[in-house]
């Protein structure tokens, strides 16, 4: 499948929907459960469950058995990533905000999209605990659960409720700590999907942070489908196989954000 | 009425969440609707709506009807505060989070707490969009609607999801960037009553900021029910009356920050 119709998308919405939808089922059944926790790359703060695991497994299982040309770009193990955006290429993240899952046991999201030759297609934010499943793309439209979300307000930095890294933030990097003190307010949520969501549903104005692709090729289909811009810094487009310090924002802000940091 | 009963602080604990219950679904019923919002104080982040100062009277009467010799201390308007803890002393939060409110429509609170001759006695925190009460004291534990909540594990500062005030923490104050490097990962949420809810629920262990009386008088009831301390950075007893750069942490956390401030 490529040049997707618009039947084919929607079956695939549907499809994948459902899948988030089982999975989140799951994932809320097995909170009381023990889980086991290891720490990745020395860094205790990037905690990865047996749950990330199996649950990466189970939506690579299914992508696969839909889409058997594609290639595959997902946060856990050792899977080959491309080496270009050609052709169909999905990208899973089945935890994303493992600190948050494993702490507060809220504000984590399993997250899902599809590119074709490049082009953001579809995509998925399951917000587990509240059993909110995000979805749909540029031709579909955006979707919380049934439900059709409007297109972004304009709003201005002076105006914005702003999302950053708290990490970066406390760095003390210049466009992080410009925006904290440009904005309305600041918050710091420690999810790429949770903040993605407070975008779609116009809680926040804006988001800042350093995003590996599978934290932001979701929330990149689904914001740039309500008008947000997903832009660099520099203003150059993002590149979707490597990490990107990213600024998502409405099309006031990223102008007005820009200027303040060549200033 | 003095040394209260059980008895009698059951029924005026099912009074006030009745009261709680019904003005969070007029809440949530007007938030459709459009709101007046003026700044107060010249300061554009402090923004007061309607809804406040109606939720604050309809709160009040309501009170004074219950308790009619008592003193009270709220955010808004002009009511004459009681220079002393003597007797009893009820404390109102219309809406706290007002910005939240505003801006993201979650993460703001209604806040209601009872102080008996300075002995924290009743309170009662509306996380209003989730429809959720958290209601109790000393006397009677600490419930989420029905359910009650489990005694706070000890947990230490390394281990420790530590909520913040951004803007303190952007201006540079030691304390906060100190909690901010120390713990595992630092919050902001901007609303003191979300930020209580969440060491409640045990999503954090840890919440440092200024907070008015009306901020804190609730969620001190209900923290320190659980086993949280709540104190003042110097590990003085805070002031009711006053404005109070408090902490709010487990005991372990709050002798390592101690320390860790000093050193």
Not at 189 to 198: D, E, K, L, P, T
Request: hydrophobic letters at 40%.
């Amino acid at each position: 499948m490529n040049n997707l119709s618009e039947r084919q998308l929607k079956t695939i919405d549907n499809q994948v929907t459902g899948w988030l939808a089982e999975l989140g089922q799951q994932v809320r059944q097995g909170l009381g459960a023990n889980r086991s926790v290891q720490t990745k790359e020395g860094d205790f703060r990037n905690l990865v469950t047996d749950l990330d695991k199996s649950n990466q497994a189970w939506l690579l299982d299914h992508l696969r058995n839909l889409d058997s040309q594609a290639h595959f770009v997902a946060e856990e193990g050792d899977l080959k990533r491309p080496e270009t955006m050609v052709g169909h290429v999905w990208f899973v993240d089945p935890i994303d905000g493992t600190l948050n899952f494993v702490h507060e046991k809220t504000d984590f999201a399993i997250m899902v999209a599809l590119y074709v030759d490049g082009q953001p297609t579809l995509a998925w934010i399951a917000k587990v605990m509240s059993e909110e499943i995000y979805h749909g793309g540029p031709d579909l439209g955006v979707f919380c659960n049934e439900q059709k979300l409007p297109a972004v307000v304009d709003r201005s930095l002076d105006q914005a409720i702003v999302i950053l890294s708290g990490r970066r933030l406390l760095s003390g990097e210049k466009p992080y700590r410009l925006l904290a003190e440009k904005a309305l307010a600041f918050r710091v949520i420690g999810s790429a999907g949770i903040s993605f969501v407070r975008l779609l549903q116009q809680q926040a104005t804006g988001y800042l942070s350093k995003l590996s692709p599978w934290d932001l090729a979701a929330g990149r289909v689904l914001s740039e489908s309500l008008g947000y811009q997903v832009k660099r810094l520099d203003g150059e487009p993002v590149n979707m196989l490597l990490s990107n310090t990213v600024l998502i924002a409405t099309n006031k802000m990223h102008l007005e954000t820009i200027k303040v940091i060549k200033d």
